[in-house]
């Protein structure tokens, strides 16, 4: 079985070569010689070369359905690639809507997930609804993964049924969890000895970030691998970065990426509790520093849930929280000081101990509100 050939859905097509391997012998001029063997699906009956190219061509103009002419519409500059099949494990806040950018540019993902109301949701658009993660791997070319954390990842490659036992040789496992690098390594390891590459390729950017294809996406593993599978991740996000080829590299770039984000939303925290403190509007010192050198990412995206108090998440705490112990301790192995990073860690943990683990990761400032008393909400 050749796992990057594309999902045999497509029943025009299949009808079509059914036709012409009756009507024309031989049917068809492969485009091998030219494209490269990766680049052309034959059907498996085809044993011998076409003899004439015209054949083809004019195949194309009689079947105006054919794949040739019928392919989905891609985003510009994606690279549809349609020999790749592609597998979906962790259907969640970001793994649903990646799914979907992935079927929307012509890719009918199998999917899995733990809870199957949201395989079911996926397969009513067209999904291929999968019972394990060992059957994603059978059915496909390049295996995502977004889970919660590394106990997840270590189980769905490792457990009954997992994907390190079924993947096929040559086949690639793109781990987008925020994850472990000690636990990419091992994955990493693991894969390799059966001819499995991997990408650990964590992504930033939030649900909304994952629905409109704007994800930065940091990618460790070996370039080459990288490269292949570029377009699929161009796909997915804004911003597609190779970081470094060693395993684990995407997962310590998206660690230094929370300690970032934890440190600045720590610092809009302070500044808006302080300026209402002082009997300022919090909506209009929002406005005023967004007009300066204070402006950032987390003051545009983060203000509006503290002016409304709404802290329906889209990164969590709790999720935020892993993220930083597993910075903590690589920044031990390094002998690197994190001291602004503990604190942070801190104060989430403090968030967790009042029963605010699964609300967005702004809610730090509820901590530094409880603090001064009072509440940095809009006064409109």
């Known amino acids: 079985m050749n796992p990057f050939a594309p999902n045999s859905r497509q029943g025009s097509w299949s009808s079509f070569i059914a036709w012409t ?10 485009l091998r010689a030219s494209c490269g063997e990766e680049r052309f699906w034959s059907p498996g009956r085809l044993k011998q070369p076409p003899k004439t190219m015209l054949i083809f061509i004019l195949s194309l103009m009689i079947f105006p359905g054919s794949p040739a002419a019928a392919a989905p519409e891609q985003p510009e500059g994606c690279g549809y690639m349609p020999e790749i099949r592609v597998g979906f494990i962790g259907l969640g806040l970001m ?11 012509g890719y009918p993902a199998a999917v899995a997930n733990r809870s199957r109301p949201a395989v079911e949701a996926l397969a009513a658009e067209g999904a291929i609804a999968c019972d394990s993660p060992a059957e994603v791997a059978d059915r496909s070319g390049v295996v995502f993964t977004m889970l919660p954390d590394a106990p997840q990842v270590e189980e769905v490659v490792f457990g009954p049924d997992g994907l390190a036992a079924s993947m096929h040789e040559g086949s690639v496992l793109i781990d987008s969890t925020s994850n472990s690098p000690r636990s990419a390594e091992k994955v990493a390891a693991a894969l390799a000895g059966r001819g499995v590459e991997m990408l650990d390729a964590p992504v930033s950017g939030a649900p909304e970030g994952a629905e409109q294809g704007t994800l930065a996406i940091m990618a460790g593993g070996p370039k080459a691998t990288f490269e292949r599978c570029r377009s699929l991740l161009e796909i997915l996000g804004q911003k597609v970065v190779h970081v470094g080829e060693p395993p684990g590299s995407g997962c ?11 440190l600045t939303f720590l610092g809009v925290g302070e500044a808006m509790v302080f300026g209402a403190k002082a009997g300022l ?8 520093m967004g007009a300066g050198l204070a402006r950032c990412g987390a003051l545009e995206v983060k203000a509006p849930k503290i002016l409304s108090g709404d802290f329906t998440p889209g990164g969590k705490v709790v999720s935020h929280t892993k993220d930083l112990r597993y910075a903590m301790e690589k920044a031990i192995e390094l002998n690197v000081p994190l001291p602004g990073t503990a604190l942070v860690a801190q104060m989430f943990s403090e968030l967790r101990a009042s029963g605010e683990g699964e609300l967005d990761h702004i809610a730090i400032v509820r901590t530094l509100e409880r603090m001064a008393g009072v509440e940095a909400r809009s006064k409109k």
Not at 95 to 105: I, K, S, V, W, Y
């Open 252 to 262: 310590v770039a998206k660690l230094a990426n929370q300690i970032l984000v934890g």
């Open 21 to 30: 391997e009756w009507v024309f012998i031989p049917p068809l001029y492969t």
């Open 281 to 288: 509007d919090p909506a209009a010192l929002v406005e005023a």
């Open 95 to 105: 793994g649903r809507p990646m799914t979907r950018r992935l079927m929307d540019a």
